[in-house]
């Protein structure tokens, strides 16, 4: 099981992206998909996460500005970052928990990240 992040980029202050992660592999189904950042010598904290169910939970820094949601497939989710500041600069990673297709048991996956630059 893995997912692989998409999206990012270099945007100017106000600005607009979409990210995108996709699983893949044996996958029975997913509890939940999130989106964390990670600054250099910094932890990786929460921006936004998704239950299978639609709730939603998003960090203070994200609410009004960001929006997660999930694809029709289920197996993806994007986040949308609009009105992006300088300080959103991070790289983004998607994390996922998700039950494996043949044994039942759950596995959370993180991917590689994605760089997003905010340029002033």
């Known amino acids: 099981v893995q997912v692989v992040e998409s999206g990012g980029g270099l945007v100017q202050t106000g600005g607009s992206l979409r990210l995108s992660c996709a699983a893949s592999?044996?996958?029975?189904?997913?509890?939940?998909m999130a989106w964390y950042r990670q600054a250099p010598e910094k932890r990786r904290e929460l921006v936004a996460r998704?239950?299978?169910?639609?709730?939603?939970n998003y960090a203070d820094s994200a609410k009004g500005r960001f929006s997660i949601s999930r694809g029709n497939a289920n197996n993806t989710v994007y986040l949308q970052l609009n009105r992006l500041k300088p300080e959103d600069t991070d790289v983004y990673y998607c994390n996922a928990d998700v039950r494996r297709l043949h044994t039942h048991s759950c596995v959370e996956v993180w991917g590689q990240g994605t760089l997003v630059t905010v340029s002033s």
């Open positions: 998704i239950y299978a169910d639609g709730t939603t």
């Open positions: 592999g044996s996958i029975f189904s997913i509890n939940m």
